[in-house]
């Protein structure tokens, strides 16, 4: 079974770690200062149903569409592709998996998903999808 990211643990892990040892010149705001809602739908999509079937099948679709969530949908007013490498690689851990990746590399690619274009998302998941099934490594 799959493990989800909760939003508990993007406020006590995730974000706390981005605003430490993410911050750059560019600080995030509080957690608190959030807009509603916007989180809980980025966790909750990638696992959604219908008719019974998950819309998003399979651990690297559902990793890859909470990482192109967590960075499209901006569920913060800063931060955002920080907030989003660190809640990925959350989900990643939590399910004994971890990314092997230059910094670099995971830069660029947060990056091109934050400039894509919305009508061509498909192909940005699937992308995205190639790129983890990759640099994934399964942990203990």
């Known amino acids: 079974?799959?493990?989800?990211?909760?939003v508990k643990e993007v406020e006590h892990i995730t974000f706390k770690m981005a605003q430490e040892l993410l911050s750059f010149n560019e600080p995030i705001p509080n957690f608190s200062t959030r807009p509603p809602n916007i989180l809980e739908s980025c966790?909750?999509?990638?696992?959604?149903?219908?008719g019974g079937k998950f819309l998003y099948p399979g651990f690297l679709t559902r990793a890859s569409m909470l990482?192109?969530?967590?960075?499209?949908?901006?569920p913060f007013e800063n931060g955002?592709?920080?907030?989003?490498?660190?809640t990925l690689l959350t989900f990643?851990?939590?399910?004994?998996?971890?990314?092997?990746?230059?910094?670099?590399e995971l830069y660029n690619l947060t990056v091109?998903?934050?400039?894509?274009?919305?009508?061509?998302?498909?192909?940005?998941?699937k992308a995205l999808e190639?790129?983890?099934?990759?640099?994934?490594?399964?942990i203990y």
Do not use: C, G
């Not at 966790?43 to 219908?50: G, H, I, M, S, V």
């Not at 990643?92 to 670099?104: E, H, V």
């Open 80 to 86: 955002n592709k920080r907030i989003a490498m660190t």
């Open 112 to 125: 091109w998903i934050a400039q894509s274009p919305s009508q061509f998302k498909d192909e940005v998941v």
């Open 130 to 138: 190639k790129f983890l099934k990759t640099h994934i490594k399964e």
């Open 67 to 74: 990482f192109y969530l967590m960075i499209k949908n901006h």
């Open 92 to 104: 990643l851990f939590a399910n004994k998996k971890w990314l092997i990746a230059d910094t670099q």
């Open 1 to 6: 079974m799959i493990k989800k990211v909760t």
């Open 43 to 50: 966790l909750a999509a990638p696992f959604q149903t219908f």
